[in-house]
């Protein structure tokens, strides 16, 4: 009996140093999304265009995938990622918009000089449609099911391999799925 | 001075979004305003590095003062505005861990480990009080007698 | 040149502790005196050499030499003297080669005064030493060289982080480490125990003033910690249960069980293996810490660039030296003869009492600090644990703790009576009742709390310097003699419990009172806050050595008379980094502490607190450290079994 609580403190060290181990292939900043499986909540933007009819949720339940991306032309990542959603656009991929905490001329701008990836777009300029969905910064992007449901939320720029690695991957099953 | 208050904040309001003026963001009643700073206080700015949204500068933190305070001048009571913005955000927000399953041992750990320990110290000073020795039996009563009474003359 | 030479003595210093784990092992092993000698020289050649290569890369920062990439990182020609020096260590690679240099120069102090140490103690002690130093050499050495060059050198430098360019960076790493690194000697000591097989009264007289000389510099380093993020953040806080803010916490709380832990070892020989578990466990916490710290598995304002290599390293080191000695604790200590009897109610009791308190508190702090990582691993949620956590679990297992205090050094050894402890301590008892009473028609709920903090605070101040006042007064009749031949380690023992009393009233006091009001001002403005009445007399520009800066002067009416104020926001162009300096008054009923913020056509962002008592914490703490030093001077302590200076009786030969 006396034993066995001198073997305490090693086995509990023991479990720990798993924990430990597991805990090195973390990203302790990473935020999941509360959303996961849950449609997007419902919601209706100004369009940045002008003429368009902006960016609501219904947008999102036409039954196929999309992708919804947060962005802002006072983001710098944001430069970064733009090239890629346009090469996604031209394959095929629809991405709609949703310009963050910036007046619609400042959007608007933006998608003049560098090209316009999005099939809808919507302005957000206070960013609480944003806060509705838990976006915590630009940009961001959300994956969308057929359903309208949010599968995947990716934060930071959107780089070729995150495109290859896993939101490709992604996309392609839901597409697949009824 | 209140109205002045009232003067600068509504000014200040007018400046435009970028401008992030924190005494605008104060409610008027002070009341709700010592509330909404005390919850403040338990929500995580999560785009920091382990600040309060009380504490942080960041556009985010701001957004969400400003919300909580929506929420509770709405009429929300503390639990629902604080749930208004877990909804959103997940339990990641809440500095003030929720009770729930899976945080069992983090609330009530350290009253087990006193517990346990209180125990296991328990059991070990039974096991070695000097009264524990036992006392002594007849046969060693007698013998101590006798040493005692022959005086050490060996 | 100069870091290269670092380098070669980083090497060299390396093969040194490869000899100085295998030779006194196998020396005290075989009963080889040799040998033991060997462990003995390498750990002082081994010193030599690594202050050689902290010389060195210190040398690289003073003189801007640009060609050192740390140097190149981290300092700036125009950032002044000090904190060039002191840059030394504000990296992961020159703290890194500071916790080997404290860790060797510990090794040398074992070796050096540990003439009267069993030989084969003292060789197993610096063999295990010898074991860790390796250890961590080889980290560096490996993972973390602080001596790589750049080519070509840029000809200037990125600056140091501007936070830490203040004083408390040329003392509060260094402090923390002395006490980090110092837990490592007891942790030495327990387990060549264990190895030896043998604990006894010696051992325990020999590890406590290692104890001391490790928690003094950790309860220091601690609590300047505290006091440098409160003046030096811009928004009042001292303590954020940031997750390395919780790694120097831990080891200090069991330490601070081993410390009096050892003490009952030492003069009654019971709680012989709580004390040695105590003393592996506590450096484990340490190593813990740095592994927090260097690995990137949890988010501070305190960690450094993150390293997924590294953090393997750091955890191959805790498992080995924590494993290993756990798994050697385990087969070992059950044979190790148990030590003496005492009551419950005893001062070895309140000890052991003391010291389940102080581990409960610790696994708080360890609950808190890793549950997060720990939840997401089993399902997958991120939560987070804050500052509300520990309010409601730490705060409710200290204050038993801390009415507890007052009672242990009053309680005799192995057997004492309730109805006679409560009568010693009737004074304090009547003092902390008057204050309890006196405070309580203060507020509603919040009120009970803060009467009981402060009746608190004056049990444990009273009841503490009145263990001086019976001992003066039972020798009143000879009172200039008594009150100078009181043992030191009585007077340390009351400095730092009465100490502990003054960080609980400044605890108190802020938590309690303070308040703190935010607005625009524009200069002419004033507001009323907290009894004084404040004006903004000046917005404007200056300049400092490296920074651009929007300074605010306030003159300031009110108790106690008239004083100005400046606080101001900082530009610093090199590092492209703000910073927000606050101005604040000191005082020893509060604090009043103002911090500018963004400004607008409104005015400037005025921010005011008012800190009740609040610098009794940083006192409170330090007198503690100080209460610890005084205890260490006393010589008893110290000097190792007792040299016979009488000789043994000889037979006088008849004549």
């Not at chain 1, 969308?144 to 939320?153: E, H, P, T």
Request: glycine share 10%; charged share 15%; hydrophobic share 50%.
């Amino acid at each position: 009996m006396k034993r066995l609580l001198f073997i305490l403190p090693v086995v509990g060290f023991l479990a720990l140093l798993g924990v430990f181990f597991a805990g090195l292939g973390r990203d302790p900043r990473a935020l999941p999304s509360v959303f996961i499986g849950k449609p997007l909540p419902a919601f209706a933007t100004a369009p940045l265009r002008p003429g368009d009819t902006g960016l609501a949720s219904t947008d999102f339940q036409k039954g196929e995938p999309a992708l919804l991306n947060v962005f802002a032309s006072w983001c710098g990542p944001c430069r970064v990622e733009h090239p890629v959603l346009m090469r996604l656009r031209q394959e095929g991929v629809v991405i709609h918009g949703l310009d963050w905490k910036e007046d619609a001329p400042a959007g608007l701008k933006w998608l003049t000089e560098r090209g316009d990836p999005y099939v809808r777009a919507g302005n957000d300029p206070t960013g609480r449609t944003g806060i509705e969905f838990g976006v915590a910064g630009v940009p961001e992007t959300f994956i969308i099911d057929k359903q309208g449901r949010v599968r995947y939320r990716h934060v930071g720029a959107l780089t070729p391999e995150d495109w290859d690695q896993k939101i490709g991957p992604l996309m392609e099953q839901l597409r697949k799925e009824s | 001075m209140r109205r002045l208050l009232l003067l600068t904040a509504a000014l200040a309001l007018l400046a435009g979004p970028a401008a992030a003026v924190n005494p605008d963001e104060q409610l008027k009643d002070p009341a709700l305003e010592q509330r909404a700073h005390e919850l403040s206080k338990t929500l995580r700015c999560v785009v920091c590095q382990n600040q309060s949204i009380d504490d942080s500068d960041a556009a985010l933190a701001r957004d969400l003062r400003i919300i909580l305070r929506e929420r509770i001048s709405a009429g929300d009571t503390d639990g629902q505005a604080i749930d208004y913005i877990v909804a959103r955000y997940g339990s990641f927000v809440q500095l003030d861990p929720p009770m729930r399953l899976d945080t069992l041992a983090l609330w009530f750990g350290p009253l087990v480990v006193l517990a346990l320990g209180g125990i296991g110290a328990f059991v070990y000073m039974r096991g070695r009080s000097p009264a524990a020795a036992g006392a002594l039996t007849a046969e060693e009563e007698a013998a101590a007698a006798e040493i005692l009474k022959s005086d050490g003359a060996r | 040149m100069l870091a290269e030479v670092g380098q070669f003595a980083l090497i060299l210093a390396l093969l040194l502790a490869l000899v100085q784990s295998a030779a006194p092992l196998w020396g005290a092993h075989r009963g080889d005196g040799v040998l033991m000698a060997v462990g003995r020289q390498a750990a002082l050649l081994q010193a030599v050499f690594i202050v050689l290569a902290f010389g060195a890369l210190a040398w690289s920062y003073v003189t801007c030499d640009f060609s050192v990439q740390l140097v190149a990182e981290h300092s700036h020609t125009t950032q002044p003297v000090a904190y060039r020096f002191a840059a030394t260590w504000g990296s992961h690679e020159g703290s890194m080669l500071l916790w080997v240099l404290i860790l060797a120069i510990y090794g040398a102090g074992v070796a050096f005064f540990g003439g009267t140490l069993r030989e084969t103690l003292q060789a197993r002690v610096l063999g295990v030493q010898g074991v860790i130093g390796a250890a961590f050499l080889g980290f560096l050495l490996f993972t973390s060289n602080p001596f790589l060059r750049l080519s070509p050198a840029p000809v200037e430098g990125t600056e140091l982080n501007p936070l830490l360019q203040d004083p408390g960076l040329v003392f509060h790493p260094p402090l923390l480490y002395l006490g980090y690194v110092g837990f490592s000697v007891a942790f030495c000591f327990a387990v060549a125990a264990l190895i030896e097989g043998r604990v006894d009264a010696a051992w325990a007289r020999w590890v406590r003033p290692w104890v001391l000389a490790a928690w003094i510099p950790l309860t220091a380093g601690i609590t300047l910690g505290s006091a440098w993020a409160y003046y030096e953040l811009g928004w009042g806080g001292w303590w954020f249960w940031d997750p390395v803010e919780n790694a120097s916490l831990m080891p200090w709380l069991l330490g601070t069980a081993l410390l009096h832990s050892a003490l009952v070892l030492e003069r009654r020989g019971a709680l012989v293996s709580w004390t040695i578990l105590l003393a592996i466990l506590t450096f484990s916490l340490s190593l813990v810490g740095t592994f927090l710290v260097r690995s990137g598995i949890l988010t501070s304002v305190h960690a450094f660039a993150v390293d997924p290599k590294r953090g393997v390293y750091i955890l191959g080191i805790l498992a080995v030296t924590t494993g290993l000695s756990l798994a050697l604790y385990a087969w070992r200590a059950p044979a190790i003869r148990t030590g003496a009897l005492f009551q419950p109610l005893s001062r070895e009791g309140g000890v052991t009492l003391n010291n389940l308190f102080l581990t409960a508190l610790t696994a708080t702090v360890f609950l808190g600090t890793f549950s997060p990582v720990i939840i997401e691993m089993v399902n997958n949620d991120k939560i987070s644990v804050g500052p509300p956590y520990y309010a409601k679990t730490f705060a409710p297992l200290a204050i038993p703790l801390l009415a507890l205090v007052v009672f242990g050094p009053m309680l005799n050894w192995k057997k004492d009576e309730a109805r006679k402890a409560l009568v010693r301590l009737r004074i304090p008892l009547i003092v902390a009742g008057v204050v309890l009473a006196a405070a309580l028609p203060f507020g509603g709920l919040k009120g009970i709390a803060t009467a009981g903090g402060l009746a608190l605070a004056a049990w444990l101040i009273v009841g503490s310097v009145w263990i001086l006042g019976r001992r003066w007064w039972s020798g009143r009749a000879y009172l200039g003699r008594s009150i100078l031949t009181t043992p030191r380690s009585i007077v340390g023992l009351v400095i730092a419990h009465a100490g502990l009393g003054l960080l609980t009233l400044g605890i108190t006091g802020v938590t309690s009172w303070e308040s703190d009001k935010v607005l625009n001002m524009k200069v002419g403005d004033s507001v009323a806050f907290a009894g004084r009445t404040l004006t903004l007399t000046d917005y404007a520009l200056t300049e400092g050595p490296n920074y651009q800066a929007k300074s605010a002067r306030f003159a300031v009416k009110g108790p106690p008379g008239a004083y100005d104020l400046r606080s101001e926001k900082r530009w610093f162009p090199s590092a492209q980094s703000q910073t927000t300096e606050a101005g604040i008054r000191v005082g020893p009923l509060g604090n009043l502490y103002v911090s500018i913020g963004e400004e607008s056509d409104a005015g400037v962002i005025v921010r005011l607190w008012n800190h009740p008592l609040i610098v009794w914490i940083w006192i409170g703490g330090f007198a503690m450290a100080a209460g610890g030093a005084v205890s260490l001077s006393d010589r008893r302590l110290r000097v190792g079994a007792a040299i016979k200076t009488q000789p043994i009786a000889q037979p006088v030969p008849a004549e």
